[in-house]
């Protein structure tokens, strides 16, 4: 059993900034962030690997980043040039059963946290 808190949600005006934390308590896994808007299916946004190596959704790359504090149990995703496009609510997920080699499916991961709103104003 994995145990998954997200936190960091929030409004704010298209441009700006917000940084989600999650912290695992067993973070040895393939950790990744979700997210899903009103109506839509959840999407990959974005997964870090044990050796830190990352992957992005293309809709975030170059705006997103996604790290981890080991020692913290604690995986972040930096959000920046925020756009009303990204309104979702945010969800990390954990792939227990994966290798060095973490794929992007949502249907893989089999840990979940219970999500963060980010709202981004136009």
């Known amino acids: 059993q994995v145990d998954l808190m997200e936190s960091g949600g929030g409004t704010v005006q298209a441009g700006g900034s917000l940084k989600l934390s999650c912290t695992s308590s067993d973070s040895r896994y393939c950790l990744g962030w979700f997210r899903q808007a009103p109506g839509k299916e959840r999407e990959f946004v974005g997964i870090?690997?044990?050796?830190?190596?990352?992957t992005y959704a293309d809709s975030v790359k170059g705006r997103f980043t996604i790290s981890k504090d080991d020692a913290k149990d604690t995986m972040y995703l930096q959000m920046n040039n925020l756009k009303p496009e990204d309104t979702a609510v945010y969800y990390c997920?954990?792939?227990?059963?994966?290798?060095?080699?973490?794929?992007?499916?949502?249907?893989?991961?089999?840990?979940w946290g219970h999500g963060t709103q980010v709202t981004v104003a136009s």
């Open positions: 997920a954990e792939w227990t059963q994966a290798g060095r080699q973490c794929l992007t499916s949502v249907d893989l991961y089999n840990y």
């Open positions: 870090i690997n044990i050796d830190h190596n990352t």
